[in-house]
Nanobody, 126 residues
Framework: EVQLVESGGGLVQAGGSLRLSCVASGLIFEDYAIAWFRQAPGKEREGVSCIASSNGNTYYPNSMKGRFTVSSDNAKNTVYLQLNSLKPEDTAVYYC???????????????????WGQGTQVTVSS
């Protein structure tokens, strides 16, 4: 079966860093873009980043630029999200999702993503 498994979340003080991982299995990793989303309590899900395994192209919404960096290791079927200079407002469940349109020139609507992980909790204290 296809699985995306996130890890690396936890409790961190403001200003700290975390490195999240998304490990994919049961699919041809090179056929998908992997995107990161987050959802805080009472808020809508928002896109964080995307990386295309086809060519390494990355995308960040304007609101996410500067502190977050997405990268991948295709040999390990893994995508990483580096979170730096964390703020309390970054507290959310972070999800990865697989998009068969392997481009990452935008973050597409949720319906386009074929598979989702279970999420990993990031909590930033002040």
């Amino acid at each position: 079966e296809v699985q995306l498994v996130e890890s690396g979340g936890g409790l961190v003080q403001a200003g700290g860093s975390l490195r999240l991982s998304c490990v994919a299995s049961g699919l041809i990793f090179e056929d998908y873009a992997i995107a990161w989303f987050r959802q805080a309590p009472g808020k809508e899900r928002e896109g964080v980043s995307c990386i295309a395994s086809s060519n390494g192209n990355t995308y960040y919404p304007n609101s996410m630029k500067g502190r977050f960096t997405v990268s991948s290791d295709n040999a390990k079927n893994t995508v990483y999200l580096q979170l730096n200079s964390l703020k309390p407002e970054d507290t959310a469940v972070y999800y990865c999702a697989a998009d068969p349109l392997n481009v990452c020139d935008e973050l597409r609507q949720a319906r386009h993503y074929a598979y989702w992980g279970q999420g990993t909790q990031v909590t930033v204290s002040s």
